[in-house]
């Protein structure tokens, strides 16, 4: 619902700013029109055209690059819980079922408390911290291994965990990051005067004038709209899910079942 009220509040905007925007030009150029002004008028409305085309296409494809990137980082979160608990079988017992505890809490407090905070905090879950804080104290815990197996099960078990937790750090600062309010002002405002300069285009009927105004405005109202949407992954309409995290929970369901 939230959507199709964006989406009627910028695309219907925008065409409706043409529609009128152009029967009020009619009307107030209709009798200062001179020889070649449609000339110089689309020639300069071509070039502003160009400019904002090049303008608006590079921000869409910039918004889209970071959504993008956010959910290739939270799957990559989300994945690396898995091997990392598998680690844990290669421990000792008592050690290990606090690995595999914790991994799960973590996991837990990442899907039911921590995600519905993303997008307005950047503190995340304390209970998702402090699970990362205790495998961090049950690993000191472990006696150093001799064995070149064991030492290798604990130099890998270490990596992937960081790997987690570098993954999580940039997964709260990519759900607070915003795009900058200049782009804003460059993408409705570079918007706003291609529109406006289409007013001042005179053509003898008034209705095909109007069509096409319209359906440029309503074609710059669509990607304002797919910018706002895309522009915060964790909210909105096409917010990201833990969907990623409630399958690696799944399949460390089939690991302890030996599946």
Do not use: C
Request: aromatic share 10%.
């Amino acid at each position: 619902m939230r959507a199709v009220l964006l989406a009627i509040l910028v695309i219907g905007g925008a065409v409706a700013f043409s529609a009128f925007g152009v029967l009020l030009g009619r009307r107030l150029i209709r009798n200062h029109v001179a020889a070649f002004h449609n000339e110089v008028m689309i020639s300069l409305f071509s070039a502003a055209g160009v400019v904002f085309a090049v303008l608006l296409g590079f921000l869409v494809v910039v918004v889209w690059q970071s959504y993008d990137g956010a959910h290739r980082n939270l799957a990559d979160e989300a994945a690396t819980l898995v091997p990392l608990y598998r680690l844990t079988y290669g421990m000792e017992a008592k050690e290990g079922t606090e690995m595999r505890t914790l991994i799960r809490r973590y996991a837990d407090a990442v899907i039911n408390e921590e995600w519905p905070t993303l997008g307005t905090s950047r503190a995340g879950s304390y209970m998702a911290r402090k699970a990362i804080g205790d495998i961090d104290r049950v690993f000191a815990r472990i006696d150093p291994k001799t064995k070149d197996a064991d030492r290798q099960i604990d130099t890998e078990f270490l990596r992937t965990k960081s790997k987690v937790v570098a993954d999580r750090n940039e997964r709260l600062l990519e759900a607070s990051d915003t795009v900058p309010w200049i782009l804003w002002v460059g993408a409705v405002g570079g918007g706003m005067i291609v529109m406006t300069m289409s007013f001042f285009i005179y053509m003898e009927r008034a209705w095909p004038h109007v069509m096409m105004a319209s359906l440029m405005g309503g074609l710059i109202g669509l990607l304002l709209f797919i910018m706002a949407v895309l522009s915060s992954p964790f909210t909105g309409p096409l917010a990201l899910g833990p969907d990623h995290f409630r399958y690696a929970v799944q399949v460390m369901d089939d690991d302890d079942r030996g599946d």
